[in-house]
């Protein structure tokens, strides 16, 4: 469980909540375009006065724990139509993962492909799987504090 936890920790941390957006990158071509694209952007708006029928996150642990932190490729440009991708190795989740336990942390995109098709595919709010990892450490916490008490330490 641990390891699941720190796995997908430090994947949240090490990808982008949100990629950069095109007006963000447009003045940029080739590969600098396609890695301002995959930059990520972890400053976004969360003061509380903008915020409405705020709830704590419940049942965290357990919807965290339907994750899993992999560690893959990214397709190279012969092998799908979609152009500007990340190259290389990256760390992530499953966006199909995270939509099942946080659909609203799951987001479908239209994009045009080499061959001027639409295709929907779905990107992860990275950054708003902050505030459920930190409900999940806390609930550890009460857990660890509970199995101490438990066994008198």
């Known amino acids: 469980m641990k390891k699941l936890f720190t796995t997908i920790f430090f994947a949240s941390l090490a990808t982008a909540s949100q990629a950069g957006s095109h007006e963000m990158c447009k003045h940029l071509s080739g590969n ?27 049942q965290a642990l357990d919807k965290v724990s339907q994750l899993k ?8 440009p ?19 993962d995270v939509e099942k336990a946080f659909p609203e942390l799951v987001h479908n995109v239209k994009v045009t492909d080499k061959n001027g098709a639409e295709v929907t595919l779905k990107q992860v709010n990275y950054a708003g799987l902050v505030g459920v990892l930190i409900e999940a450490v806390k609930e550890l916490k009460q857990e660890n504090k509970k199995l101490r008490e438990d066994l008198g330490l």
């Open 69 to 76: 932190g992999v560690k893959f490729e990214w397709k190279s």
């Open 32 to 58: 600098a375009y396609s890695e301002c694209l995959s930059k990520p952007n972890f400053m976004r708006f969360s003061d509380s006065t903008l915020k409405k029928n705020q709830a704590k996150i419940d």
């Open 78 to 96: 012969e092998e799908t139509d979609i152009e500007h991708l990340p190259q290389g190795k990256d760390i992530g989740v499953i966006a199909q």
